[in-house]
């Protein structure tokens, strides 16, 4: 059985940081690509970074809102995908997923909000 | 950025009914390589993750009902339910992933009378 569990959620003040964990379980992690995706309070759904497989150097991209500010990276050895989020903004307030997009899974989900 | 504009934002239908959702891209999603458009459906219950309906804009995912048909090409795709039941309350989105970053549309929320 696939399952990919978000966890690192909570209440942040702005300027302030979070890291989410994925951890992954039921399909070949070290070749997948992986994505987080978020969902904002409104039910707007927005990709924001990939990371490829070791194959393609772990090649990673963001939506521009969040790059220099938020990191994607893995670890093959615990099959897991991480989320590295700085300088957080009241708009990165959502839901955030975990996901293999070509595979169709995803993760339930972790929420995240900005606030002071 | 592909610009992805779907339609209506919502709808209520009776169950049994034939539903449409409309999905327009503001670049085309067709690979002139293999001919393939790289649209893709998902549908999101009431408090759930987002499920992969369709991908290359027609093909189902396995296990997922053929009443859930896509179509189109191009700019222009659909996504048909026929004979709509009750568990099929949700909201739709389309997503390209043709190029990044990818994108979404806004999503359109399926009621039942």
């Known amino acids: 059985e696939v399952q990919l569990v978000e966890t690192g959620g909570g209440l942040v003040q702005p300027g302030k940081s979070l890291k989410l964990t994925c951890a992954t379980s039921?399909?070949?992690?070290?070749?997948?690509?992986m994505h987080w995706v978020r969902q904002s309070p409104e039910k707007r759904l927005e990709w924001i970074a990939r990371?490829?497989?070791?194959?393609?150097?772990?090649?990673?991209d963001y939506v521009e809102s969040v790059k220099g500010r938020f990191t994607i990276s893995r670890d093959d050895s615990k099959s897991s995908v991480y989320l590295q989020m700085n300088s957080l903004k009241e708009e990165d307030t959502a839901t955030y997923y975990c996901?293999?997009?070509?595979?169709?899974?995803w993760g339930q989900g972790v929420m995240v909000t900005v606030s002071s | 950025d592909i610009v992805m504009t779907q339609s209506p934002s919502s709808l209520a239908v009776s169950a049994g009914e034939t539903v449409t959702i409309n999905c327009k891209s503001s670049?085309?999603?067709?690979?002139?390589?293999?001919?393939?458009?790289?649209l893709a459906w998902y549908q999101q219950k009431p408090g759930q993750s987002p499920k992969l309906l369709i991908y290359?804009?027609?093909t189902r995912e396995s296990g997922v009902p053929d009443r859930f048909i896509g179509s189109g090409s191009g700019t222009d795709f659909t996504l048909t339910i026929s004979s709509v039941q009750a568990e099929d309350l949700a909201d739709y989105y389309c997503?390209?992933?043709?190029?990044?970053?990818?994108?979404f549309g806004s999503g359109t929320k399926l009621e039942i009378k």
């Open positions: 990371i490829k497989d070791k194959s393609n150097n772990y090649a990673t």
């Open positions: 290359l804009a027609s």
């Open positions: 670049q085309s999603l067709l690979s002139s390589g293999n001919q393939k458009n790289y």
């Open positions: 996901t293999q997009l070509g595979g169709g899974y």
């Open positions: 997503q390209q992933h043709y190029s990044y970053p990818l994108t």
């Open positions: 039921g399909f070949t992690f070290s070749t997948a690509w």
